[in-house]
């Protein structure tokens, strides 16, 4: 199974600032997956980061609002950006599991975002 | 278009008694299944998965699953439920995107599990 790690765990933010969310996955993977957990929701996908090319984003999530680099194939990030209090959420990345085996996703522990 | 119905938002059980959390998919093509448990402040647990085969899956903890394919159920069972069981347990589903990677998984809105002594 993969390892995936992510900083920072929780964070309390002011209202327009931006915060960067890191993920580390501990072997080589294509895909990288950002969802958002809204406080008592389920998961819901915001983008796709493929290693060379731009993240894939659903609908209603745009890259001004959560840019997205995928520098390398163990690594991204999630940049929330000019933040309101409706961003307050879980933020968790995912990727197919390494090893060998890449018909599972893994997720890493969450962000917990707060904005006041 | 794809989509995953829990239709039970919260379930309250004894401990020592058993458990089915149920589990609905709409999905276009053959679908991979997954089970999922979130304790608070974690991330998500495996808990097992489906992809082909024999339709009843063991998974951690003691929990397996069965796969419906006419009923498009995926539902979570469990025997015996500990108090360690109590959290939220979500059903995903999802396919491959590029050869045998698997791509984004659709969750459904979670099942929150309150276990009494």
């Known amino acids: 199974s993969a390892v995936i790690s992510q900083k920072p765990s929780r964070d309390i933010c002011q209202r327009g600032t931006s915060l960067t969310i890191q993920c580390q996955v501990d072997?080589?993977?294509?895909?990288m997956f950002w969802y958002r957990q809204q406080p008592g929701q389920s998961l819901t996908l915001i983008a796709t980061?493929?290693?060379?090319?731009?993240?894939?984003?659903e609908s209603g999530f745009v890259i001004d609002k959560f840019p997205i680099s995928r520098p390398n194939l163990t690594f991204s990030t999630l940049t929330v950006s000019n933040m309101s209090p409706e961003d307050s959420s879980i933020y968790l990345c995912?990727?197919?599991?390494?090893?060998?085996?890449?018909?599972?996703?893994?997720f890493g522990p969450g962000t917990r975002l707060t904005v006041l | 278009a794809q989509s995953v119905t829990q239709p039970d938002i919260h379930i309250t059980v004894s401990e020592g008694a058993s458990l089915e959390l149920r589990c609905n998919y709409s999905?276009?093509?053959?679908?991979?299944l997954f089970w999922y448990v979130q304790s608070p402040g974690q991330g998500l647990q495996l808990l097992l998965k489906?992809?082909?085969?024999?339709?009843l899956v063991q998974g951690i903890k003691g929990f397996e699953a069965e796969f419906k394919r006419s009923q498009s159920s995926f539902n979570l069972r469990k025997p015996s439920v500990h108090w360690s069981d109590a959290a939220e347990y979500f059903c995903?589903?999802?396919?491959?995107?590029?050869?045998?990677?698997?791509?984004?998984?659709?969750f459904g809105r979670g099942t929150q599990l309150t276990v009494w002594p």
């Open positions: 980061a493929n290693q060379g090319s731009e993240a894939t984003y």
């Open positions: 995903a589903v999802g396919a491959p995107d590029r050869g045998s990677t698997l791509g984004r998984l659709y």
């Open positions: 999905y276009g093509a053959t679908p991979y």
């Open positions: 489906y992809f082909s085969g024999d339709t």
């Open positions: 995912s990727a197919p599991g390494g090893g060998g085996s890449t018909d599972t996703q893994y």
């Open positions: 072997s080589q993977v294509t895909m």
